[in-house]
């Protein structure tokens, strides 16, 4: 296959779980899937998910949702970018730059769909909370059904989401397959009997559960086999949705924290300067007094310098990229490396474990255990009907209908039945989560 045909497969507009998709006069595939993501239940949720600060009284910090809309937007500059010139390279026919910015812009809207409450922590409470739970050892799971509760990983739990828990009838979005295999950055599952190498190894992209549908997008999208039937090496364009990602939440984690008095306005400034090298123009920067408008200029100028510099990379590693030799960040291997690694180390230090944040994180793992105690007691006792409390009974009544079986009750499969408790909890915002957990211990209890 010539890289001509190689980047027409990457590109499919073939549905999950329905064929090729229909593009409306005024609306490509990749565009309907951009609309289909933004009008969902769980993409609106991410307004009160944490990025960085959870459950912040200010109204300037950004939530996942802003992040979300912001990394669509540098992913769509992005992948227009880097279309253009692989348009010209290979001389496809009937594509154009656009469509590789809208499958990178959908991509990169969906791609923190799945992060439960609390972020990054809340993804270590639900690890946490099952590995001690006995459960995975009384059900007697596989090690791969292990894996995914012991590991669980909110890039997972996203497939999971845009391919069967939204509009759970059709099954879920049916979005393109170049959308999806895009938006797995780790195309692997949770367990496998050798590790990977490799940046994409790293995490795994979906659980058991949903292995066949990725199994589908693979074949559709024409992705390289690790292990047969197992795992892949990334869509090309998944590449550039780390870059979109990377670029907010560091550019944009640092601008939240100096507003917020966690980073002074001045070393901000200094490292955003060092990104923007020789794009920042003196003259403008000496007539912006105010400093938050500073940082603004300076945002804008760091982030136009790092999108060059990784289309620069991406493209000098075009046959490397396509055929799984490079499986690495694209920042990590541009002239910008240093001067991130000075971001990243702020970061590291001052930011990400500021006290207020560190406090609500860890309030997270309460909540978030307590929840999955409670709920997993439920269902575990309504699979088995004649040992049911009636706090359990109740319980279960509280659980949506969207997470049991088709009868009402809980699946009997215990993975599935396990699995479906998860998605309720992780599903839930920062807020509700807290608000459900103080009622049903009694902390809170409802007005009427």
């Known amino acids: 296959m010539n890289l001509n045909e190689r980047w027409q497969k990457l590109l499919s507009a073939e549905r999950l779980g329905v064929g090729t998709a229909l593009a409306a006069p005024q609306r490509t595939a990749f565009q309907q899937d951009y609309d289909r993501i933004v009008f969902t239940s769980a993409f609106r949720r991410l307004k009160d998910k944490t990025q960085v600060f959870p459950l912040s009284k200010s109204d300037y910090v950004r939530t996942r949702l802003t992040h979300s809309l912001e990394a669509s937007c540098v992913g769509r500059s992005l992948g227009a970018l880097i279309g253009r010139e692989i348009i010209d390279r290979h001389g496809l026919q009937h594509v154009e730059a656009a469509d590789f910015g809208a ?3 959908a991509a990169c ?6 992060n439960p409450p609390f972020g990054h922590a809340g993804e270590d409470a639900i690890r946490e909370w099952f590995k001690n739970s ?8 596989s090690a791969a059904q292990c894996a995914d509760f012991a590991r669980y990983e909110g890039n997972a739990q996203g497939f999971r989401i845009v391919t069967r828990l939204q509009s759970p009838a059709n099954p879920g979005l049916q979005l393109t397959s170049a959308v999806l295999a895009t938006f797995t950055k780790y195309p692997r599952p949770s367990a496998l009997d050798l590790e990977l190498d490799g940046k994409s190894g790293k995490k795994f992209g979906y659980f058991q559960h949903d292995a066949e549908s990725f199994q589908r997008v693979a074949a559709a999208t024409g992705l390289i086999e690790r292990v047969a ?5 990334r869509h090309p364009l998944a590449l550039l949705v780390e ?3 990377d670029t907010c939440y560091l550019i944009v ?12 306005y001045a070393d901000a400034e200094d490292l955003l300067a060092d990104l923007a090298g020789n794009r920042i123009s003196d003259g403008r920067l000496i007539r912006l007094g105010d400093p938050k408008e500073r940082l603004e200029y300076l945002r804008a ?13 991406f493209l000098e590693n075009e046959a490397a990229i396509l055929d799984g030799r490079f499986d690495d960040e694209l920042l990590a291997n541009s002239p910008l490396a240093v001067p991130l690694q000075a971001v990243l180390k702020l970061a590291n230090e001052s930011i990400y474990t500021a006290r207020p944040a560190l406090v609500i994180e860890t309030a997270g793992f309460e909540v978030l255990g307590g929840l999955l105690s409670l709920f997993t007691a439920a269902v575990e006792a309504g699979a088995d009907c004649q040992r049911m409390t009636t706090r359990e009974r109740m319980l279960l009544k509280l659980l949506p209908q969207q997470f049991l079986a088709h009868d009402g009750k809980p699946d009997a499969d215990p993975y599935v039945r396990l699995l479906q408790v998860a998605d309720f909890v992780a599903g839930m915002t920062d807020s509700y ?6 009622k049903l211990k009694g902390i809170d209890l409802p007005s009427n």
């Open 103 to 105: 499958i990178v812009a």
């Open 109 to 114: 809207l969906a791609h923190d769909i799945g």
């Open 134 to 141: 006995g459960l995975l050892d009384r059900h007697g799971f």
């Open 229 to 233: 039937g197992l795992a892949w090496r």
């Open 243 to 245: 870059v979109a990602d």
């Open 253 to 264: 984690d640092l601008e939240d924290a100096a507003r917020l008095g966690f980073v002074p």
């Open 301 to 313: 100028k760091a982030i136009g310098c790092m999108l060059e510099s990784a289309a620069a990379v």
């Open 433 to 438: 989560a807290v608000d459900l957990y103080r």
